[in-house]
């Protein structure tokens, strides 16, 4: 920092003292408890000074402290949606303090009723999400576990606009996974993907005090969050001896394994005078899961007639895949508060881990010719998820200070990884592609027993290893400030990130079709009665009772899955067979691996002002500073196979500043209704991979590159959000948003024409200067190794090929997402007779985006015309986004029976984007799904029973894309692309806590 820098904060640091001196000379502070009538203390309870919007939310005690109080006599008023309001006189103090405590009861006045535990959760969710300082959703944990959601990322997506990529990670508002930031106590979480997204499959939803996604963020805030950000609140402990245990068992009736189960186990306690508090949780779970798939590959028809102008299409190969996956989770959290005078610390770890064992099942038909392809894809491995953060939060007479130190990290490493594929003929009768135009066709094959099974072809081993470490460290500085009808804060502060991260990939490949590959799994062959001679044929390796146990119930029971590989044998011949295998195969083992480091430096100023009660403004600006560096390896593939030679290793470094301002109003009206207005400017930045300075040349024909040029994603987004709320409506929002994405980051595939490509993106080979030939034209091979332009005698390869390069870009054409939120929570206590346990939830998402891809492809003006490379433009939604999201959950608690069901649905997504054509993209058809959850408390005081069920309907799960199909179409139709089932699944248990 130089010497203007340093004087310019040292000025704000004296005008912010200055400002809180004036504050404290006139105000004061209240302290105190909200509890409801049966004596519960009321957490996210609002409490202000009355006649202002000076006031603060209970904690997870039901505390509160109100910072910068008028002093003299003043009213404190406590509320919370469904609960009268309770209010209290009091002396304020100037420079001092006064405690008063208050309590409320449910619903009106002239109706007595007890709210159980799950409405009371609701309303905590809808208080917080009320007193959130942006627009926010909130789902607390009661919710949570009223509903049969066992992981983070299942509970979230019952949020307005939120729904699920590849199962486990979060998409906002049809905001693809990677643009989304995810938080543990506002701790940024690691990616657990080779992008920089975040899963959240083994994180168990027990582990949560509640879920905030923040749709637009404050200055205060990390700007990495163009969907959102989704904040895991971890449990706090409460005051007094409280433990909860669950032991649940599972089972699915795709796969009929009842070998699944569900435990955790929490204890919490206050110590030293309630100023310590200890919350220690643990949880186990194993789920014996996987899709059942099948796949559909098609072609253009040779000689069939164009139907309006579009070539007619049949099915040329198609895949039936059976996902065996078995996964084992541990995981715990220990969070220590301790209560400090005007403050606190809190140090908090959380730790979750995977093993794996997954293994997909391949029997692939070649149609044209009626062979067939018997594969198995195999990963064995572990994950880990690791938190751990000190955090403090200390209150002075003029001024208010927070920070943070934080470690984050995660791991992947495989045990075992290969994949491995036998060939068989005449399987069944070979027929013109173009007899092949639906699955049920398919499905309906009968297999000849006069076809021959068939060997080997070749055999693959794959190891990754890949992980990601983040040290941050942040300061916050509050002053709360008084003028006249105008009350606030002025707040600025720093946060500095440091990432490392890395990934290795090893590989062997060996074709296993050639004799003498098995001598490392000589004694494994010879124990089963096979020769270890030749190489491996098919027979032996097939499961010929698979299609008579799990094979059965394949794809909804509409065929039977015969086409199984003995997992059990080929995992023991790969782990022997490959201590024979010499070395690895250089390129491929070399191609993805890395090393990267990033810095962000981060500054922000921001005021959050009330103007009289009627009018809140928030706004302010950050400066993000984004410093990088990777190291990749510039890869020349020799041969099919993988070898081939590590020609250097190329390191970059880049560094970008961006600004990020932001304005928020909250506008109120009345005491039930608000209206929300905000502009914020996010970013996401490239995928790590995306940023390699790498480069792979294939075989002197084609390659891929990565590109550090890459500039961040912006996005500018509009917010307009409307809330009615009071103790009958419970709360109703309905919202509208806009988003305006530059600089999205695409990849592409580019036909290389020169020595280089158009400006902006990276090629290796010529960024470090390596030779060409001495007249400027790409060879195979010359002679100018060095460069002087003379013949050495010595031959190079060709480094710099003219063909297909696969690279990322970043789109020069804006994207624009437009939509709207409703969403509506509420219980009816105010009904007569059980219609009063009535509760209900409903939420709906519309979403529309639209962006110009740049499309570059290889066409032909003629039959025999040379190719040319077209770069044009083509309109498309974007990746990954739905257009419609709804969530309904209905419900009631009567007595000691609570019961809940609830229905999800999700529009068709674009999965696939055709480079030049918007009618042959792919789109997921849209997906619902139905579950239920019941639960008995038991006679044994904090013992209950419950039954769960998810995913009840079991429906298939499409892709499609639309084409001409066969040769007698007169029309394009919907052509399945994939059908998916996923597990059934029924969960019942015992719950027992106090």
Avoid at 236 to 242: I, V
Wanted: charged fraction near 20%; proline fraction near 4%.
């Amino acid at each position: 920092m130089n010497a203007t820098r340093r004087l310019r904060s040292a000025s704000l640091f004296v005008l912010f003292l200055a400002l809180s001196g004036v504050a404290a000379a006139q105000s004061g502070r209240v302290v105190g408890t909200v509890t409801e009538g049966g004596g519960n203390t009321l957490p996210g309870a609002n409490v202000v000074v009355a006649g202002t919007t000076i006031g603060a939310a209970t904690d997870v005690n039901g505390r509160f402290t109100i910072v910068g109080a008028p002093a003299g006599e003043q009213t404190i008023v406590a509320s919370f949606v469904g609960f009268q309001s309770d209010s209290a006189q009091v002396t304020v103090p100037a420079g001092g303090e006064v405690e008063v405590d208050l309590s409320l009861s449910y619903g009106d006045g002239g109706i007595q009723i007890e709210i159980t535990g799950q409405a009371l959760g609701q309303q905590t969710a809808i208080n917080e999400q009320l007193n959130a300082q942006t627009i926010t959703n909130v789902v607390s944990a009661e919710r949570i576990r009223e509903l049969p959601d066992e992981n983070a990322a299942t509970a979230v997506s019952r949020l307005p606009g939120v729904s699920l990529q590849n199962g486990d990670q979060i998409v906002v508002r049809g905001i693809e996974a990677k643009y989304n930031t995810i938080t543990v106590n506002g701790i940024q979480l690691p990616s657990t993907t080779t992008d920089r997204s975040t899963s959240l499959g083994f994180i168990s939803s027990n582990m949560l005090a509640g879920i905030e996604v923040s749709k637009a963020v404050t200055p205060a805030m990390d700007a990495n969050s163009i969907g959102g950000n989704v904040n895991l609140r971890l449990q706090e402990a409460p005051e007094g001896l409280h433990f909860d245990t669950m032991l649940q068992g599972d089972y699915n009736d795709q796969d009929n394994t009842a070998d699944n189960y569900r435990a955790w186990a929490s204890v919490s306690n206050r110590f030293l005078g309630e100023r310590l508090g200890v919350f220690v949780q643990g949880n186990a779970r194993r789920f014996n899961g996987g899709g059942d798939i099948g796949s559909a590959t098609w072609a253009p028809l040779p000689q069939a007639d164009v139907v309006g102008g579009r070539r007619p299409y049949g099915i040329q190969q198609y895949n039936f895949q059976d996902q065996v996956n078995v996964d084992e989770e541990v995981g715990g959290s220990l969070l220590l508060d301790f209560r400090l005078p005007g403050g606190k610390l809190i140090l908090q770890n959380a730790y979750s881990a995977e093993e794996f064992d997954n293994a997909t099942l391949t029997d692939r038909l070649l149609l044209e010719s009626g062979n067939r392809t018997f594969l198995l894809n195999r990963t064995v491995g572990s994950r880990f998820l690791l938190v751990n953060s000190l955090q403090g939060e200390h209150l002075f007479e003029r001024f208010g200070i927070d920070w943070s130190l934080s470690h984050s990290r995660s791991r992947r490493e495989d045990d075992l990884g290969y994949q491995i594929d036998f060939a068989g003929t005449g399987y069944f009768e070979g027929q013109r592609l173009e007899n092949w135009t639906s699955e049920e066709q398919i499905f309906d094959i009968e297999f000849l027993s006069t076809g021959s099974p068939g060997g080997v072809n070749e055999g693959i081993t794959t190891y990754e290893d890949f992980g990601e470490r983040r040290l941050a460290g942040a300061l916050n500085l509050t002053v709360p400030v008084t003028v006249g009808l105008v009350t606030g804060e002025f707040k600025g502060g720093g946060k500095y990130t440091q990432l490392d991260r890395d990934r290795d990939l090893l590989q062997y490949y060996r074709r296993l079709a050639d004799s003498g590959e098995n001598s490392g799994a000589a004694e494994f062959l010879r124990s089963i009665g096979l020769d270890p001679t030749p190489s491996l044929q098919l027979q032996p390796f097939l499961d010929p009772d698979y299609d008579e146990g799990r094979g059965q119930y394949f794809l909804s029971g509409r065929r039977a899955f015969s086409g199984a590989l003995n997992i059990e044998y080929l995992d023991r011949y790969f782990r022997d067979a490959q201590t024979g295998w010499p070395t690895p195969a250089v390129a491929q083992s070399n191609r993805f691996d890395y090393t990267a480091n990033e810095e962000i430096a981060a500054g922000y100023l921001m005021a959050d002002l009330d103007f009289g009660r009627f009018l809140n403004l928030l706004g302010g600006v950050r400066y993000e500073n984004f410093s990088f560096g990777n190291t990749a390896p510039f890869v020349n593939q020799t041969l099919y196979d993988g070898q081939g030679a590590v020609f250097d290793t190329v390191s970059v470094d880049r560094s970008i500043g961006q600004w990020f301002p932001n304005i928020q109003a909250q506008i109120r009206p009345t005491d039930w209704f608000d209206i929300r207005l905000a502009y914020t400017k996010t970013t996401s930045r490239p995928d790590y991979q995306s940023l390699l300075a790498s480069s792979w040349v294939n075989q002197g024909s084609d390659g891929a590159a990565g590109n550090p040029n890459l500039l961040p994603t912006i996005s500018d987004n509009y917010d307009a959000y409307l809330s009615f709320h009071n103790n009958r409506i419970g709360l109703f929002t309905v919202g509208v948003f806009a988003k305006n994405l530059s600089n999205v980051i695409r990849g592409v595939s580019i036909q290389r024409q020169t020595l280089d490509l158009f400006e902006g993106t990276f090629w290796a080979p010529v960024a470090i200067g390596y030779p060409t030939c001495d007249d400027g034209r790409v060879r195979r091979s010359c002679e100018d190794v060095d460069g002087n332009g003379s013949p050495d005698g010595q031959a190079v390869p060709d480094i710099n090929p003219v063909g297909l390069i696969s690279t990322f870009v970043n789109n020069p054409d804006d994207a624009l997402l437009t939509g709207f939120e409703v969403d509506w929570q509420t219980n009816f206590w105010y009904l007569p007779g059980v219609l009063r346990s009535i509760v209900f939830n409903v939420n709906y998402t519309r979403l529309n985006s639209e962006m110009d891809y740049q499309s570059i492809f290889l066409e032909r003006t003629g039959p025999f015309s040379p190719q040319v490379q077209v770069d044009t433009v083509r309109t498309g939604r974007l990746f990954q986004q739905g257009e419609d999201v709804l969530n309904v959950a209905l419900g009631a608690d009567i007595g000691g029976f609570s019961g809940r069901v609830s229905f999800r649905y999700q529009g068709d997504i674009l999965v696939g984007l055709d480079q030049r054509d918007p009618a042959l993209d792919t789109f997921a058809e849209p997906r619902y799904g139905w579950d239920f959850s019941l639960r008995q408390r038991l006679p044994i005081d904090g013992l209950s029973l419950f039954l769960n069920g998810v995913n009840l309907s079991h429906p298939a799960q499409n892709n499609n894309r639309s084409l001409v199909v066969g040769p007698d179409a007169e029309a394009p139709s919907n052509a399945i692309t994939q059908i998916a089932y996923y597990p059934r699944r029924f969960q019942l248990g015992l719950r027992y806590g106090l």
